[in-house]
């Protein structure tokens, strides 16, 4: 027994030594990182494999990249793209892959939200790969030497940049309802309302049309979850912060914000605001648009595409809502900055140190952002949705009437601006537009719009990323204010008088000085004056 036993003890010994040999070591930080390096983005698919990008795009809306436009973009890149599914909450779904390190290849993001990955060191620095996007150079020109950091790195690119004087925000009335109040002339006039005159449309609303479908009507809508009341702002000729003296200060301590909000308060006393406004989020706000029982609300005249093509297939061609100037008390109508406009572009798009196949990602970063890329996205496939036309670029007939009936039936029937990638404000060098679907044949819409707002376009750019490093005293403080101003400002918009809303207004700047505002502003400024001397050096 004791020889069975020992013969057993040394054969699980040499059991032991044989599996211990063969599992791997724990790799030291310094190992890791060498590793890291080693599978850096810059390297390629091995022969013979294909190339495979995953990427994420806030604006997917859980579709996958195998519609005919897709194709087509893989077929000439010769890439294969996976789109990461967004979920149902894009937002939700971005951060967390940010806190998990969960994210894919490329990356697109709000402009917003870019910063924090670039902080992490998450990104790749495209600067040294220039010389592999001829046409990112050529396309994006000078507007790239505004997406370098200070010390020279080029950590993303923007999704519709350039400059585009196009109308923006401004409030948005139902024209079927306003023709009933005031007759055609002024419906179609691109006269301005005065603050007075609005406010008097709607009482009048109110009182012509108290319920509608059995529900109480609602003259004035809006909403949290975007940023609806920047059209209250442009009506006074406010901008993101309050320039004076050469310094940037909290746009609360501009002299109009006052006005701006005792107009908001009086909305809601008088019963003209949507009771729910601060519970209301995107679904329920256009939910209360498509019911017919909204007159008015304030959001760019793209944020409500869908909800108009739905309320004219519903209620009739006269029933959606028309684009019209509001001149806050005391402001002429070229006073007004509707039109902020960011020339950055709305998005940040960027290749992640996740990335292992650098060569493919740089061949479809530069095809997406050629021309030929655009005209791919935005007018789809030539001889199927487009052709030239006596030499110029001329859309099917069939598409441009679907665009023009319904935005969002046009884009699932034929996937024309579904993944808009990269994309230029303008006119490419036919002379033809990038985005045929606002800008060859604009709709009813978007032509009123552009008509009322000529005035109103100012560059948003110089405002962005002025605020505190993140992990700094002064970081905290920020995010303090933010704080004491989101759950203040409703509740001054819904004070029960003008006395009680200036009361926590003066209360607002107090609390905010108290978490050291003043040093906040102070580095806004000191940001705001690199930044612009940066811009005007390059």
């Known amino acids: 027994m004791k020889k069975i036993f020992a013969a057993g003890a040394c054969l699980l010994l040499l059991l032991l030594i044989l599996f211990s040999g063969c599992r791997p070591r724990s790799k030291s930080p310094a190992e890791t990182e060498n590793a890291r390096s080693e599978n850096a983005p810059s390297g390629q698919a091995e022969a013979g494999e294909e190339a495979v990008l995953t990427l994420f795009d806030k604006n997917s809306d859980r579709h996958s990249f195998d519609d005919r436009i ?5 077929r000439r890149t010769g890439v294969r793209i996976q789109v990461i599914d967004s979920t149902e909450d894009a937002e939700e779904k ?28 998450y990104l790749v620095d495209l600067a040294p790969y220039l010389s592999d996007l001829p046409s ?55 006269e ?13 609303f109110s009182e012509k049309h108290p319920e509608i479908g059995g529900q109480p009507s609602i003259p004035f809508a809006t909403c949290l979850d975007y940023d609806y009341l920047s059209a209250a702002r442009g009506m006074y000729g406010m901008k993101t912060y309050y320039e004076t003296d050469g310094s940037i200060r909290h746009i609360a301590k501009d002299p109009r ?26 679904d329920l706000f256009t939910e209360k648009l498509e019911s017919g029982r909204v007159f008015a609300t304030a959001t760019a005249y793209w944020d409500i595409f869908s909800q ?64 030929e890329g655009q005209y791919l996205m935005l007018w789809g496939i030539e001889g199927e949705d487009w052709s030239y036309v006596d030499g110029v670029r001329t859309p099917s007939e069939e598409n441009l009437a679907l665009f023009t009936r319904s935005v969002t039936t046009a884009v699932e029937q034929t996937s024309i601006r579904r993944w808009i990638w990269f994309i230029k404000n303008g006119n490419g060098s036919d002379g033809s537009p990038y985005d045929m679907m606002t800008k060859y044949q604009p709709t009813r819409e978007a032509q009123l719009a552009n008509r009322r707002m000529t005035s109103d376009y100012w560059d948003t750019s110089v405002y962005l990323g002025l605020d505190p490093e993140a992990g700094t005293e002064e970081s905290l403080m920020w995010t303090n204010i933010k704080n004491i101003y989101d759950e203040t400002f409703p509740r001054m918009v819904n004070a029960d008088s003008e006395e009680r809303m200036l009361e926590m207004y003066d209360r607002l700047l107090q609390d905010m000085e108290a978490e050291g505002l003043s040093s906040v502003e102070a580095i806004w400024t000191e940001n705001y004056l690199e ?8």
């Open 70 to 74: 897709a194709q087509e973009i893989m």
């Open 94 to 121: 971005e951060e967390l892959m940010y806190t998990w390190q969960d994210y894919p290849d490329i990356i697109k993001v709000d402009l917003e939200a870019i910063s924090k990955y670039q902080d992490a060191g």
């Open 136 to 190: 990112v150079q050529d396309m994006y020109g000078d507007m790239l030497n505004r997406y370098y950091t200070e010390d020279g790195r080029l950590y993303y690119l923007g999704n519709w940049y350039g400059e585009d004087r196009d109308a923006v925000s401004g409030f948005q009335i139902r024209y079927d309802y306003l023709t009933e109040l005031v007759g055609k002339e002024r419906a179609d006039s691109d």
């Open 192 to 204: 301005p309302f005065t603050q007075e005159e609005f406010i008097a449309l709607l009482h009048a």
């Open 257 to 282: 914000y006052v006005s701006m909000l005792s107009f908001l308060n009086r909305l809601y006393r008088e019963g003209l605001l949507d009771k729910e406004w601060v519970l209301n989020r995107r």
């Open 308 to 371: 108009n093509s739905f309320l004219r297939e519903t209620e009739g061609e006269d029933s959606f809502y028309a684009c019209y100037k509001v001149l806050g008390e005391g402001v002429s109508a070229s006073e007004t900055t509707y039109g902020g406009r960011n020339s950055l572009g709305w998005d940040a798009i960027a290749v992640t140190d996740h990335c292992k196949d650098m060569e493919a990602a740089l061949r479809v970063i530069d095809f997406l952002a050629s021309e």
């Open 531 to 538: 930044r612009t001397k940066q811009w005007d050096g390059a």
